[in-house]
């Protein structure tokens, strides 16, 4: 397969590849779902994609688009990064990846509605009461307050790695404040902007659907 990419700019990757690598399989081979895009960043070049770059990083701070680390003294305000190159995930390891995120946001519905509720894991010893009543997060003027919908944790999302065994590890769970679904729209709108030759080829899940559902939690 590498034969029929141009080797200029795919030699210069290989070289610095020491671990699992998410575009080179086992054989040195670009993996199927990679290959279009490295022929289109091979038809743009590396000077190109370099001029690219800045245009991002003018577009987001024309956006004001900064992200704040709370446990650092310089912390806030810093300005967000958008890699021009996407991290793709092929179809079906996300199929799979979205299974699991389902049933953790399930799961964490679930010990929601337990807690401000009957309070079985409590009563049953499976999570300490020092865990929850000690915890400042532990909200008990909500105790026994219920939404209209049937789940109680109305916005969930977590942090990705890829692990040393080549599969997707959740890292953190984010429920307070998930404001990764903001990045990641600000991210796809510079990115069509900007770089909009990058869509050629690859199927992207849409957006929309989020901003739907954040418009009827809304409503309700």
């Given at each position: 397969?590498?034969?029929?990419?141009?080797?200029?700019?795919?030699?210069?990757?290989?070289?610095?590849?020491?671990?699992?690598?998410?575009?080179?399989?086992?054989?040195?081979?670009?993996?199927?779902?990679?290959?279009?895009?490295?022929?289109?960043?091979?038809?743009?070049?590396?000077?190109?994609?370099?001029?690219?770059?800045?245009?991002?990083?003018?577009k987001l701070k024309?956006?004001?688009?900064?992200?704040?680390?709370?446990?650092?003294?310089?912390?806030?305000?810093?300005?967000?990064?958008?890699?021009?190159?996407?991290?793709?995930?092929?179809?079906?390891?996300?199929?799979?990846?979205?299974?699991?995120?389902?049933?953790?946001?399930?799961?964490?519905?679930?010990?929601?509605?337990?807690?401000?509720?009957?309070?079985?894991?409590?009563?049953?010893?499976?999570?300490?009461?020092e865990l929850v009543f000690?915890?400042?997060?532990?909200?008990?003027?909500?105790?026994?307050?219920?939404?209209?919908?049937?789940?109680?944790?109305?916005?969930?999302?977590?942090?990705?790695?890829?692990?040393?065994?080549?599969?997707?590890?959740?890292?953190?769970?984010?429920?307070?404040?998930?404001?990764?679904?903001?990045?990641?729209?600000?991210?796809?709108?510079?990115?069509?902007?900007?770089?909009?030759?990058?869509?050629?080829?690859?199927?992207?899940?849409?957006?929309?659907?989020?901003?739907?559902?954040?418009?009827?939690?809304?409503?309700?």
């Amino acid at each position: 397969m590498i034969q029929d990419i141009s080797l200029g700019l795919l030699n210069s990757y290989k070289e610095a590849i020491n671990s699992y690598d998410e575009v080179i399989d086992q054989n040195g081979d670009v993996k199927p779902y990679w290959k279009n895009l490295f022929d289109t960043l091979e038809s743009i070049g590396m000077e190109k994609l370099e001029v690219l770059n800045h245009e991002i990083i003018k577009k987001l701070k024309e956006n004001g688009v900064t992200y704040n680390v709370y446990n650092s003294s310089n912390g806030m305000n810093r300005p967000w990064k958008l890699d021009p190159i996407p991290f793709l995930i092929h179809q079906s390891e996300w199929e799979t990846i979205e299974k699991g995120i389902k049933q953790r946001a399930h799961l964490l519905d679930l010990i929601l509605k337990d807690l401000y509720g009957p309070q079985l894991l409590i009563k049953n010893g499976i999570i300490p009461a020092e865990l929850v009543f000690d915890n400042s997060g532990f909200l008990l003027p909500c105790f026994d307050i219920k939404q209209k919908q049937n789940h109680q944790l109305l916005l969930y999302a977590c942090d990705l790695a890829r692990g040393p065994d080549g599969k997707m590890w959740l890292l953190d769970n984010r429920i307070q404040s998930p404001s990764g679904s903001g990045y990641a729209l600000e991210n796809r709108i510079v990115m069509s902007k900007v770089f909009p030759e990058l869509n050629k080829n690859i199927f992207r899940s849409k957006l929309s659907p989020i901003s739907i559902i954040y418009k009827k939690l809304l409503t309700l």
